[in-house]
């Protein structure tokens, strides 16, 4: 059984910074590449920030460039996002997502953090 678990969310304050992880289980993590999408209320679910397999490709949504850094640990099956500088319109639940090698489709979901960024 395929797991993605998200951890890290929170409240914070603007300006402040979290680190969310999704640890996967179930599947050859090296044969996917990782992806943060997030969802604030009564919008569409968005792509955040993405990894390549081996960690040496990463492609960032422009709201969050030079706020946001992706990286991933193969030998823990952990992806991480360090978000910095923090904004209100950051606040959405931060869900992790998983590819099938360059596939452009994400297969693979966990079931969300809520990051709430106050003003």
């Known amino acids: 059984q395929v797991r993605l678990v998200e951890s890290g969310g929170g409240l914070v304050q603007a300006g402040d910074s979290l680190r969310l992880s999704c640890t996967v289980s179930g599947l050859s993590f090296t044969n996917y590449g990782m992806g943060w999408f997030r969802q604030a209320p009564g919008k569409e679910r968005e792509f955040v920030v993405g990894?390549?397999?081996?960690?040496?490709?990463?492609n960032y949504a422009d709201s969050v460039k030079g706020r946001f850094t992706i990286s991933r640990d193969n030998s823990q099956n952990t992806v991480y996002v360090q978000m910095n500088t923090l904004k209100p319109d950051d606040t959405a639940v931060y869900y992790c997502?998983?590819?099938?090698?360059?596939?452009?489709?994400?297969?693979?979901w966990g079931q969300g953090t809520q990051v709430t960024v106050s003003s």
């Open positions: 997502a998983a590819r099938w090698r360059e596939a452009v489709k994400y297969s693979y």
């Open positions: 990894i390549s397999r081996s960690g040496d490709s990463t």
